[in-house]
């Protein structure tokens, strides 16, 4: 797991929290931060995942 998997899931249970909390709180402004925050974080992680497979096709391929 790379720096970017780690963050992305960090800021989607981040996000996930503050969704949460504004939706038992009523704060509509906090929910809607929330949803922005687990939005960014599983695009980080979608770009940690890709740098992943990137690094393992050039480590495979640099074995042939």
Known sequence: ??????????DQ????????FGKMTDNESME???????GKGML?????DLKEDVSRA???ASRD
Do not use: P
């Open 32 to 38: 809607a931060e929330g949803r922005l925050d687990k």
């Open 44 to 48: 980080k992680e979608t770009a940690g």
């Open 13 to 20: 249970v981040k996000g996930e929290a503050k969704k949460q």
């Open 58 to 60: 050039f480590n495979d």
């Open 1 to 10: 797991m790379n720096d970017k998997q780690t963050r992305g899931a960090f």
